[in-house]
């Protein structure tokens, strides 16, 4: 398997624009989470969901971020618009079903909103 | 709300030496935690998970411990190589109930194996 799979691995943006990240979770995984990742917060989950249906939204920060799943084979995060504080790297993850299973993440998506 | 610290922040050793990282919680209702590395821009890859019945995991070079009831979890890397430079995150997954995952990272710590 090619493992979790991101993309674009980097965007450079200006505020105002829309962002969409894209992620293919591993075949199989019914389970898939968006994190984000800065320097100053660290790692933040900012949605999971089971079975392409959406479990636990309240990381996402606010109405400007969107997450969809429309099959179990990907998953979108969009952010609209964007502003400078979205730059961050987004990493899209992946496991089987419960939380006793090895959670596996994609490369991540580098985003810088000037 | 889960809390999940990592000490030091960063460390530097000499190949070869063994050494110890650190994690800690302050919520012991865990149902699993995880030890991860993260390489420059790269994603996270999971090295050790160790479920809130056991009380170790191993793996090669690599022995991870938990103590629930501390709230403590230590990653002990043997005969450190440069290869094992890298950033080395804890995560703690709370109980959600049947197929929930909570998981709570530590920010992590950076180690630097010196040749």
């Known amino acids: 398997d090619a493992g979790v799979i991101q993309s674009p691995r980097h965007e450079v943006t200006e505020m105002g624009q829309e962002v969409t990240l894209r992620c293919k979770p591993i075949?199989?995984?019914?389970?898939l989470f968006w994190y984000r990742q800065t320097m100053m917060r660290g790692l933040e989950l900012l949605i999971y969901f089971n079975n392409n249906v959406p479990i636990d939204d309240s990381g996402m920060p606010e109405d400007r971020f969107s997450a969809k799943m429309p099959n179990a084979s990907f998953s979108t995060l969009k952010i609209q618009p964007s502003e400078p504080r979205d730059s961050a790297v987004y990493f899209c993850?992946?496991?089987?079903?419960?939380?006793?299973?090895?959670?596996?993440f994609g490369a991540g998506s580098r985003l810088t909103v000037l | 709300k889960q809390e999940v610290t990592q000490i030091p922040a960063a460390l530097s050793v000499p190949e070869g030496e063994n050494l110890v990282l650190n994690c800690s919680f302050t919520d012991s209702a865990i149902y699993n935690l995880q030890w991860f590395r993260q390489d420059p821009g790269k994603g996270l890859t999971s090295l050790l998970l160790?479920?809130?019945?056991?009380r170790e995991q191993t793996s090669g070079r690599l022995n991870a411990s938990l103590d629930k009831s501390s709230g403590r979890s230590t990653l002990y890397i043997a005969a450190s190589q440069p290869g094992d430079s890298a950033t080395y995150l804890c995560?703690?997954?709370?109980?959600?109930?049947?197929?929930?995952?909570?998981?709570?990272f530590g920010k992590g710590t950076k180690l630097s194996v010196i040749p």
């Open positions: 993850a992946s496991t089987f079903d419960s939380g006793a299973n090895v959670l596996t």
């Open positions: 075949s199989g995984h019914n389970s």
């Open positions: 160790i479920q809130s019945s056991q």
């Open positions: 995560a703690v997954n709370g109980l959600g109930g049947a197929g929930s995952y909570q998981l709570t």
